[in-house]
Nanobody, 118 residues
């Protein structure tokens, strides 16, 4: 059974930093494209960043230059380093694992809250 467990959320002032982690189990981690999504109250879940098994990254425009996604295949873990946080980054952040060769196989973590106060 595939499981994703996020950690690292919390409350921070604008301009601050947080590092999210997502540990996976039950998968061959390197075969999965890992992603971070967020969902603010009353809004749809949206993509923040993704990283393939070989390290190719993709970012939403609103986080480029501020957030960095990375992964450690030996630890089955994906990270999201968030710098220069803004109040509009406040949301629940979800980890996603998507089998690169068959995107229908996708899994979600339970989410971790990030709150940025101005």
């Amino acid at each position: 059974q595939v499981q994703l467990v996020e950690s690292g959320g919390g409350s921070v002032q604008a301009g601050g930093s947080l590092r999210l982690s997502c540990v996976t189990s039950g998968t061959i981690f390197s075969l999965y494209t890992m992603g971070w999504y967020h969902q603010a109250p009353g809004k749809q879940r949206e993509l923040v960043a993704t990283i393939t098994g070989d390290g190719t990254t993709n970012y939403a425009d609103f986080v480029k230059g501020r957030f960095t996604i990375s992964r450690d295949n030996a630890k089955n873990t994906v990270y999201l380093q968030m710098n220069g946080l803004k109040s509009e980054d406040t949301a629940v952040y979800y980890c996603n694992a998507r089998l690169t060769l068959n995107p229908l196989h996708a899994y979600w973590g339970q989410g971790t809250q990030v709150t940025v106060s101005s």
